[in-house]
């Protein structure tokens, strides 16, 4: 007897109409519209641990000073591409309170969410200088970064850093810098969705190497400040948020209001330039985009321009309002997501009570964090397998293999099943153990 809880039929189906034979191939959007589709035929609520939605209530003073904002009569204007100043000034003092590095106002630029600065970082960079158009990807990683490059037409390559850690990533690096095509190299940390937490030796690694080969550190910092382990939410007091901007003057630092302060939907990201890179001029980038030839320059009034004519005004004025609170200390900025990590850490004890393993277990020598994401994988299945066969019991993922991982397994995000899910999910995993068990 088989005691899936959705009728196969229902998700067979529906993988054939959205044109999925192997689920290796399918996109986070891709399940996220099976799934949709299944939960609508079978009126089961899924679990859903595929795509990364804030799952807390967003910001009260950012939403207070966007409506003041837009009372005031910012939506008739235009923003200005820079960014509003009074969001430039906290995004600097926040940088500075919170990861211990200066940043002048300047190069504090409003995006679209991460995503959009993590496009415009690579239009440009891959653009600097002739000859280096690649982008290294340390991964595992978030997926669409990879189709951001195929978009641009640009090449990348990556390594699993699993097995690089310590001063193992030292000599992983140089192997691909030393080739001399790389343009820039691109992480999370913590990581999505390993959700391992670069040391400040590694990210020196990183730093002395990027100066030495004159490659820019793209540093995704979308789980801002969220390694549970230590608390780093207290501004201008140690520990910090762990940087590369300690280590090169080569560096982007990339901060999402996503997933902190679960701003999710107005889309509004925190580009952070170095000040010596936002100046700096490239031959290159003049001869392609015109303009000045600075970085800061052409990332600003030439690629933002012409992607969105700059980022919502009201954004900004909420995003100010927010920083600014967590820089006079008036919020705390984990005190609104810790809940993510007691979710991580139930969800991963069930999990394992039913078989399942974790598949990035250690971070270094302590056991991975709980926090955003994890990994699991169950014994005799590939990831691609997994991630279908666990459709049947009313729960989604996505396999590692989207995210650059060379380990079979899945990606599991928290941010959708709240703690009062914790009993459904034993009973769904109860099921599957139940026909999976020898």
């Not at 970082?121 to 280096?132: L, S, Y």
């Not at 008036?330 to 997501?337: A, K, S, W």
Request: proline share 4%; aromatic share 10%.
């Amino acid at each position: 007897m088989q005691n899936n809880l959705i009728d196969k039929k229902i998700v067979d189906q529906k993988l054939e109409t959205c044109g999925i034979s192997d689920m290796e191939d399918a996109t986070i959007r891709d399940i996220v519209k099976v799934v949709n589709m299944v939960e609508a035929e079978s009126g089961e609520k899924f679990i859903r641990m595929e795509m990364g939605v804030p799952g807390l209530a967003p910001s009260k003073i950012g939403i207070d000073a966007e409506i003041e904002a837009l009372r005031a009569g910012c939506a008739q204007f235009y923003p200005m591409l820079e960014g509003h100043k009074e969001f430039k000034e906290e995004g600097s003092k926040f940088v500075k309170n919170f990861v211990d590095i200066d940043i002048k106002p300047e190069g504090i630029i409003p995006t679209v969410g991460s995503m959009q600065a993590c496009f415009a970082a690579f239009m440009a960079v891959t653009e600097c200088k002739k000859g280096k158009d690649t982008v290294l990807f340390i991964d595992p990683g978030f997926p669409v970064q990879k189709t951001q490059m195929q978009v641009i037409g640009k090449p990348f390559e990556s390594f699993d850093v699993y097995n690089y850690r310590g001063e193992k990533l030292r000599e992983k690096l140089e192997e691909h810098l030393s080739k001399g095509n790389i343009a820039a190299i691109l992480y999370s940390n913590p990581n999505n969705p390993a959700w391992i937490c670069f040391t400040d030796n590694e990210l020196k690694i990183i730093g002395e190497l990027a100066t030495k080969y004159d490659v820019i550190v793209l540093e995704d910092l979308a789980y801002f400040a969220m390694d549970f382990r230590r608390d780093l939410s207290v501004p201008g007091k140690a520990p910090f948020q762990p940087s590369v901007g300690k280590y090169t003057d080569n560096y982007i630092v990339m901060i999402s209001g996503s997933k902190l302060f679960s701003y999710a939907g107005q889309r509004l990201g925190i580009m952070c330039i170095s000040d010596a890179l936002y100046n700096r001029k490239y031959d290159n980038l003049h001869n392609r985009f015109g303009g000045m030839g600075t970085l800061g320059y052409t990332i600003v009034n030439r690629i933002i321009y012409t992607l969105s004519s700059g980022t919502t005004h009201s954004c900004q004025y909420a995003m100010a309002a927010i920083l600014k609170a967590a820089n006079e200390g008036r919020i705390n900025i984990l005190d609104g997501v810790r809940e993510y990590a007691e979710r991580a850490h139930a969800m991963k004890e069930l999990f394992t009570k039913y078989g399942f393993k974790i598949v990035y277990d250690r971070d270094l020598e302590e056991p991975i964090a709980d926090g955003f994401y994890f990994t699991i994988i169950y014994p005799g299945f590939s990831g691609g397998d997994l991630t279908k066969e666990i459709l049947y019991y009313g729960i989604s993922a996505i396999p590692l293999r989207d995210t650059g991982s060379k380990k079979q397994g899945l990606r599991a995000c928290v941010s959708q099943t709240g703690l009062n899910w914790m009993p459904e999910l034993e009973e769904r995993l109860k099921r599957f153990a139940a026909d999976h068990t020898k």
